[in-house]
């Protein structure tokens, strides 16, 4: 890839039917374009001193960010500390009165637990006591009633031989008469 010089691109131009002063036109044309285009180039290129300049500055920029960064990293974390030991203690005061709470809980129902055990095992003997004086209530009413029957059956036993006694009596009294 060589380059073509101004007056080889004259000719070439001239060969494909351009008129000589209409290839100097149009390869001077050319040529303005080209010289724009690379001044424009130039324009957004910068020398190796720019450069090292620009490089030194952003590295100095850099440095004091990174100063920057680490004191306010000291800083932000002893603050992250404190207000982390700070939390911790409120967190063990918030668990402590939650265990007291629970403790308190523990002994106030094992208290109701133990009043409501009382309380059954006094309604059990309240109903023992009842269901004992019943059984002694039906105890005395059956031997009353038996005591009773004992005493009718000696009652009918009594009239029944009375009866067959008087009867006897009547039937040998007419037994005697008749004979």
Do not use: P
Not at 8 to 21: K, S, V
Not at 22 to 49: C, F, G, H, P, R
Not at 160 to 174: D, E, K, P, Q
């Amino acid at each position: 890839s060589r380059f073509i010089s101004l007056s080889e691109c004259c000719c070439i131009l001239f060969c494909l039917g351009f008129t000589a002063q209409q290839s100097e036109v149009i390869v001077s044309a050319l040529v303005k374009i080209m010289n724009t285009n690379l001044d424009m180039i130039y324009k957004d290129m910068v020398t190796k001193v720019q450069q090292e300049i620009a490089l030194q500055q952003v590295m100095s920029h850099i440095g004091g960010v990174k100063k920057d960064m680490i004191i306010l990293e000291k800083s932000e974390f002893s603050a992250l500390r404190s207000e982390n030991e700070k939390i911790k203690l409120e967190l063990q005061q918030i668990k402590k009165q939650v265990m007291d709470e629970i403790t308190k809980v523990r002994a106030d129902n094992k208290l109701n637990l133990n009043l409501e055990k009382s309380r059954v095992k006094e309604l059990h003997a309240q109903q023992d006591r009842a269901l004992t004086q019943t059984d002694r209530k039906i105890d005395t009413e059956v031997a009353d009633l038996k005591t009773m029957l004992e005493s009718h059956k000696l009652d009918n036993i009594k009239y029944l031989a009375g009866s067959v006694f008087t009867c006897l009596t009547v039937a040998l009294g007419f037994y005697r008469l008749w004979i």
